[in-house]
């Protein structure tokens, strides 16, 4: 049966052939079934834990088996470079190429595939990725406490190929280089996230101390403890009917949208225009800081953001906090300086609770440290500001290339057959 992707590289017609999976594999195998002990040194023995987002990934925290346990599991069968590994337990559907194989094998949680000399790798690899193939995986998995696939099902999966090998060779060689982008931003987002990790802990007096471990060069006047409400008010949004929503208008920030360090607008309620007016005491402005107050922490971080241009004029909801300024402070400063201590404040006042919530009236009185110098503020507050920038520069990069592979994923191999 012959089948055509609607995407192709210039040059390519003919039609894919369809077959099944285990008809174009030269190897179609899992790992070890056997009960192994473990040892200090040896080869890894790996999991379909160990294999995420094209990539294998472990350390010395993985399993390791003795020299002779690993010969005994690889006796009747050795692994290749270039074979494509698949997860088929628990986790199913992720995928990798193997590119070096020494010192490591893997459970049965793990498939081995090597492609007959019809078919490339790469291509292979790449069209597990695809919505067809992963729904063909999800419709043969077992519905046991643990997911799994038999080899038996697997190899009967539905596969259209192009039988000119430099069509494939092109096809795995552009959604190989649009992983290896995303690994190189994810990776750069992952350690800026740490570095700003890190300066947070050491640009900031530990307890009981005023001074903190790194400065900026020039400032060395030990830091103030001052009081939330010296500094701050914290004042609460207006309960707005249901009735008053509209389809267009005045952008409603409530808790749910507040994220951390984003307004989420996916599922954003607006308001008629002539509210500005009406509830001015509730408007927001561009670069305010905003908090939810309700069930404020989510995956250990505290949602808090700044409004960005597109909802300068926007109002805002009740369970839902504006930052008010009761002195002169650096507005980027007192964005990295709340982020930490009104999650200091949640999480202490949180015990207990299923459901945090701030207390503005407990918040009044939490204790910080902070610079009296303003110059001191304005760098600090800048520092951390290019980090979040570059931070958010990166993640978007990657959700640029994930719509992309997606996009190119569904285009570029047949949907039907």
Same mark, same amino acid.
Not at 296 to 303: A, D, Q, S, V, Y
């Given at each position: 049966?012959?089948?055509?992707?609607?995407?192709?590289?210039?040059?390519?017609?003919?039609?894919?052939?369809?077959?099944?999976? %285990?008809?174009?594999?030269?190897?179609?195998?899992?790992? +070890?079934?056997?009960?192994?002990?473990?040892?200090?040194?040896?080869?890894?023995?790996?999991?379909?834990?160990?294999? &995420?987002?094209?990539?294998?990934?472990?350390?010395?925290?993985?399993?390791?088996?003795?020299?002779?346990?690993?010969?005994?599991?690889? =006796? &009747? #069968?050795?692994?290749?470079?270039?074979?494509?590994?698949?997860?088929?337990?628990?986790?199913?559907?992720?995928?990798?190429?193997?590119?070096?194989?020494? !010192?490591?094998?893997?459970? *049965?949680?793990?498939?081995?595939?090597?492609? =007959?000399?019809?078919?490339?790798?790469?291509?292979?690899?790449?069209?597990?990725?695809?919505?067809?193939?992963?729904?063909?995986?999800?419709?043969?998995?077992? +519905?046991?406490?643990?997911?799994?696939?038999?080899?038996?099902?697997?190899?009967?999966?539905?596969?259209?190929?192009?039988?000119?090998?430099?069509?494939?060779?092109?096809? !795995?060689?552009?959604?190989?280089?649009?992983?290896?982008?995303?690994?190189?931003?994810?990776?750069?987002?992952?350690?800026?996230?740490?570095?700003?990790?890190? @300066?947070?802990?050491?640009? #900031?007096?530990?307890?009981?101390?005023?001074?903190?471990?790194?400065?900026?060069? %020039?400032?060395?006047?030990?830091?103030?403890?001052?009081?939330?409400?010296?500094?701050?008010?914290?004042?609460?949004?207006?309960?707005?009917?249901?009735?008053?929503?509209?389809?267009? %208008?005045?952008?409603?920030?409530?808790?749910? /949208?507040?994220?951390? %360090?984003?307004?989420?607008?996916?599922?954003?309620?607006?308001?008629?225009?002539?509210?500005?007016?009406?509830?001015?005491?509730?408007?927001?402005?561009?670069?305010?800081?905003?908090? !939810?107050?309700? *069930?404020?922490?989510?995956? !250990?971080?505290?949602?808090?953001?700044?409004?960005?241009?597109?909802?300068?004029?926007?109002?805002?909801?009740?369970?839902?906090?504006?930052?008010?300024?009761?002195?002169?402070?650096?507005?980027?400063? +007192?964005?990295?300086?709340?982020?930490?201590?009104?999650?200091?404040?949640?999480?202490?006042?949180?015990?207990?609770?299923?459901?945090?919530?701030?207390?503005?009236? &407990?918040?009044?009185?939490?204790? @910080? @440290?902070?610079? =009296?110098?303003?110059?001191?503020?304005?760098?600090?507050?800048?520092?951390?500001?290019?980090?979040?920038?570059?931070?958010?520069?990166?993640?978007?990069?990657?959700? /640029?290339?994930?719509?992309?592979?997606?996009?190119?994923?569904?285009?570029?191999?047949?949907?039907?057959?």
């Amino acid at each position: 049966m012959s089948v055509i992707p609607k995407i192709r590289f210039k040059g390519f017609t003919d039609a894919w052939e369809q077959r099944k999976l %285990g008809d174009v594999l030269e190897v179609i195998k899992d790992g +070890t079934h056997g009960t192994h002990q473990d040892a200090e040194d040896g080869p890894f023995l790996l999991s379909a834990k160990n294999i &995420k987002n094209g990539i294998i990934i472990w350390d010395e925290t993985d399993r390791k088996i003795s020299e002779d346990e690993y010969e005994k599991i690889h =006796s &009747k #069968f050795k692994l290749q470079n270039n074979d494509v590994l698949l997860t088929i337990v628990g986790s199913i559907g992720e995928t990798a190429i193997l590119k070096d194989i020494s !010192g490591i094998t893997f459970q *049965r949680s793990v498939a081995f595939l090597r492609p =007959s000399e019809e078919l490339s790798s790469e291509f292979l690899y790449s069209e597990i990725q695809t919505p067809k193939f992963q729904k063909e995986l999800d419709c043969r998995k077992s +519905t046991s406490a643990q997911p799994g696939i038999y080899l038996g099902d697997l190899s009967e999966i539905p596969f259209a190929y192009s039988k000119d090998k430099d069509e494939q060779k092109k096809i !795995g060689e552009y959604f190989l280089n649009i992983d290896n982008l995303l690994t190189l931003h994810q990776r750069k987002c992952d350690e800026t996230k740490e570095l700003k990790k890190y @300066m947070l802990q050491k640009m #900031f007096p530990k307890k009981g101390e005023k001074v903190p471990e790194i400065r900026f060069k %020039g400032f060395t006047d030990a830091w103030e403890q001052r009081k939330f409400s010296e500094c701050y008010k914290m004042t609460s949004g207006y309960a707005f009917k249901m009735s008053d929503y509209c389809d267009t %208008g005045v952008g409603l920030i409530n808790g749910e /949208s507040i994220q951390h %360090g984003i307004i989420n607008d996916d599922n954003l309620n607006y308001l008629p225009e002539s509210f500005i007016q009406q509830y001015s005491e509730f408007l927001l402005k561009e670069s305010d800081i905003v908090v !939810g107050l309700n *069930r404020p922490i989510t995956n !250990g971080n505290l949602k808090i953001a700044r409004i960005p241009s597109k909802y300068n004029n926007s109002l805002l909801y009740q369970r839902a906090g504006k930052i008010v300024y009761k002195i002169d402070c650096d507005k980027n400063f +007192t964005y990295v300086l709340l982020s930490q201590e009104i999650l200091k404040h949640t999480l202490v006042e949180a015990v207990g609770s299923d459901q945090p919530f701030i207390s503005t009236s &407990k918040l009044d009185n939490w204790k @910080m @440290m902070m610079p =009296s110098d303003m110059e001191e503020q304005e760098k600090i507050g800048l520092y951390f500001t290019s980090l979040d920038h570059l931070i958010t520069l990166h993640q978007r990069k990657c959700d /640029s290339l994930k719509e992309l592979k997606k996009y190119m994923l569904q285009n570029m191999f047949p949907k039907e057959g």
